[in-house]
């Protein structure tokens, strides 16, 4: 019952920073959690980060130094901001909704997803 949309992919030189965004609508709870995943050709899906509806966040171990999940004030807005890009950060970027209130960085604890956002890191 939720709507997500991810926008702010595009192509940065390896280095750079970009910030990705995701915009959620619908039927909106209490209790729920935001993640974002990556997918690059080849791979399977991977986990990013994750957070709930208290604030509390999950970094995946590959992005942990570089990249930070965030929720802005009225709750309708999930972001990921990726510094220090690298070439193995390109991928197709997924945001996810779950409607309990736990940061998984596991696929299969989301309900619905997003269409996906490209980004291309080049040297």
């Known amino acids: 019952q939720v709507q997500l949309v991810e926008s702010g992919g595009d192509s940065v030189q390896a280095g750079g920073s970009l910030t990705l965004s995701c915009a959620v609508s619908?039927?909106?709870?209490?209790?729920?959690?935001l993640g974002w995943f990556r997918q690059a050709p080849g791979k399977g899906r991977e986990a990013v980060a994750a957070?709930?509806?208290?604030?509390?966040?999950n970094h995946a171990e590959a992005v942990k130094d570089r990249f930070t999940i965030s929720q802005d004030n009225a709750k309708n807005t999930v972001n990921l901001q990726m510094n220090s890009l690298k070439l193995e950060d390109s991928a197709m970027y997924y945001c996810a909704a779950a409607f309990r209130g736990y940061p998984s960085l596991t696929a299969g604890h989301y309900n619905d997803w997003g269409q996906g956002t490209q980004v291309t890191v080049s040297s």
């Open positions: 619908g039927n909106t709870y209490n209790r729920y959690s």
């Open positions: 957070i709930d509806y208290r604030g509390n966040t």
